[in-house]
């Protein structure tokens, strides 16, 4: 079957690093998403990984191991506002979304 | 207004009403979605429309009937509903239903409790 596993929950202290992992297996692959999302809010697009490697974007990193059905989120400089749920999800080869349950990030002062 | 509008925000009903929920995008995408979210759960995809028509119906029960008048606007008729059925209504879309990087812009959702 088709599963993606991440995390439920972990916590980080404010202006640390923090890494949220994401395990995939799915029917071919294509890509593979993280989204953020704020309690009560919509989600919201991060980043999308389709080749192997690591994609910056300012304090937000996300990597991808195609071999390895891996990937994760790097977090730098936390900061209150990035407490959050955030979802990984993969995109199969009839390119399917298929979503983990997200991990909610909890931001200590 | 931009991006994608759902109303109502909250919403509760019994197991005996019909109530519809709404969903509008500014974003001149072709493809709309409905997603269910449950606590603690992936997101479920319910239904998918490209350029209004629809394309995808995962196993959804019949007491959930969606509509499409236009690329623009789609809607979700619930009547009949179970408690099991509570939960946050996602409405979604994208430049096109399938393919590449299809990045998904969201509705902040409707909150659905059935009683």
């Known amino acids: 079957g088709q599963n993606i596993d991440q995390p439920t929950e972990m916590t980080a202290t404010e202006g640390a690093i923090v890494q949220i992992n994401c395990t995939y297996q799915?029917?071919?692959?294509?890509?593979l998403f993280w989204y953020q999302q704020h309690a009560g809010e919509a989600p919201t697009f991060l980043s999308y990984?389709?080749l192997d490697g690591l994609e910056e974007k300012g304090r937000f990193s996300s990597f991808l191991s195609r071999s390895k059905g891996y990937s994760y989120l790097l977090l730098k400089e936390l900061q209150m506002k990035d407490s959050a749920s955030y979802l990984c999800?993969?995109?199969?080869?009839?390119?399917?979304?298929?979503w983990g349950a997200g991990t909610k990030l909890i931001i200590k002062p | 207004e931009t991006g994608v509008t759902q109303t109502p925000r909250h919403l509760v009903m019994g197991m005996t009403n019909k109530k519809s929920l709404k969903c509008e995008q500014h974003?001149?995408?072709?493809?709309m979605y409905w997603y269910k979210q449950s606590a603690k759960k992936p997101l479920e995809l319910m239904f998918v429309?490209?350029?209004?028509?629809?394309?995808e119906n995962n196993s959804v029960p019949s007491r959930f009937s969606p509509e499409c008048p236009n690329s623009s606007h789609l809607f979700l008729h619930l009547h009949t509903l179970q408690p099991e059925d509570s939960a946050l209504y996602l409405c979604?879309?994208?430049?096109?239903?399938?393919?590449?990087?299809?990045?998904?812009?969201f509705g902040a959702g409707s909150r659905l409790t059935v009683l």
């Open positions: 979604a879309s994208s430049q096109d239903a399938y393919g590449g990087a299809n990045v998904l812009t």
């Open positions: 974003l001149g995408h072709n493809a």
């Open positions: 429309y490209s350029l209004e028509e629809r394309v």
């Open positions: 799915t029917s071919g692959f294509n890509g």
């Open positions: 990984n389709v």
């Open positions: 999800a993969a995109t199969d080869s009839n390119y399917q979304l298929i």
